[in-house]
Every structure is written in C-alpha cells, then in structure tokens.
C-alpha cells in the first residue's frame, strides 16, 4: 500500500537547524509531488511548500522561503525537509504528504508526523 | 496568498443531526477545494477534492459543494466517530492554504 514514513522526533535548540525525512513506498516517488504542512501544538494545519522528486522543481510557502529547504533522494524513494534558525514558535508537528493532481488537487496519504521540539 | 475561513471554528450537535460546516476563500478557486478530517492525535485524513467528490472508502453522509468562493462540507447524519477537527484546503497560483479548522464535538 501507499505508505509514508517519516523520521523519529526530534529536540533543537534555538537557532539550530533540524532535518526530517519521509521515506516513500507502494508507488513510483518521482511520479508525485511531496508536500510539508506543520501543526503546531493545538493549532491548525500550515503548508510549507512542496517539491518535484523528478525534476527537483520547489515552491516555498513565502513565510518559510528564507529558511526551508526541500531536496528528495529519488534512489531511495526519500524526501526532506530542512528547515534552520529554528525559534520556540517552530515547536510543532511536520508533515509530509503526497500530492495528487489527477482529477484535483489534494494530498493523499500523509506521513505519520514528526515532533520537532526547539527549547533552550 | 489566498486566505481561507471556516465557520463556525466550533460546534456541538446531536448523534443524527446535520451539521455544515462553510468554507470561503478570499478569492475565486473554482473547485480547488479540499476536505480533511483529522481526528485527535492522528494524522490528516482526505475527505472531498474537487469541492464534491468524495474520496474512496468516505461514509457517504459526508458531502461537499460549492465553486468559487464559497463552500460547504455536510455530515448528513452525525454520527460519534464524526468527533475530529475539519480543515479545508483550497488552492490557488501554486499555494495551498488551509482554513483554521472546525472543532466538532457531540452534544
């Protein structure tokens, strides 16, 4: 089945950078974009931009454009998401997510999550 | 950026009732509308895409509408598992923006 792994949590302290990973399986990963949402704790849902595993295409939500950065490893089926000069307000859970656009847009599976805390 | 709102941020309803849930962008998105459920604790779930199609394996008192600006999620006939927070998503010139979500909880 269509399945999305992301890496363990994670602790940083301000000013630091954090990596998170999403490891692909059950479909052809250079076939679909792979979306980042955040959510912090009690909050809503934040998009943060997306990338195209095949042609290394991104676009950055604009309050992130400065600080994130999203690559994929096509021969492991895995995408990235580097996000530095970490604040307490990063404090949150990251998502990935596949995007579909046949037939409309929409994102489908999502990762299972991975909570970044970022405490001094 | 397109900015989306959902109302009511929270409601309380009755195992049976129906409950709707509104959605409006701060400008035209044809049918570039998306419904999640998100339960507590858990992770996303797709609901609607495309404004009304629902996806597979959704109970079909779910139902979504609208085109444009404005849009609409209805649960024809709550139910206790419908507890969970609804998000739609809309999307417009390469962003995608979710609405601030809608608490549902049963009476």
């Known amino acids: 089945q269509v399945q999305l792994v992301q890496s363990g949590a994670e602790v940083k302290k301000p000013g630091a950078s954090v990596k998170v990973s999403c490891k692909a399986s059950?479909?052809?990963?250079?076939?679909?974009?792979i979306h980042w949402v955040r959510q912090a704790p009690g909050q809503g849902l934040e998009w943060m931009g997306w990338m195209n595993p095949k042609g290394g295409d991104t676009l950055y939500a604009q309050k992130f454009q400065d600080r994130v950065s999203m690559t994929t490893n096509t021969s492991i089926s895995t995408a990235y998401m580097e996000l530095s000069s970490l604040r307490a307000d990063d404090t949150a859970v990251y998502f990935c997510?596949?995007?579909?656009?046949?037939?409309?847009?929409?994102?489908?599976?999502w990762g299972q999550g991975t909570l970044v805390v970022v405490s001094s | 950026d397109i900015q989306m709102t959902q109302s009511p941020s929270s409601l309380s309803a009755s195992v049976g009732d129906r409950v709707t849930i509104t959605c409006r962008a701060s400008q035209d998105i044809s049918t570039y509308l998306v419904w999640y459920q998100q339960k507590p604790g858990k992770v996303p779930n797709l609901l609607i895409y495309t404004a009304s199609t629902l996806q597979s394996g959704v109970p079909s008192r779910f139902a979504g509408s609208g085109s444009g600006t404005d849009f609409t999620l209805t649960i024809s006939s709550l139910q206790p598992e419908d507890v969970a927070t609804y998000y739609c998503q809309g999307y417009n010139s390469g962003s995608y923006t979710f609405g601030q979500g809608t608490r549902l909880e049963i009476k």
């Open positions: 997510a596949r995007g579909r656009k046949a037939a409309g847009i929409r994102f489908d599976p």
């Open positions: 059950g479909y052809t990963f250079s076939k679909f974009d």
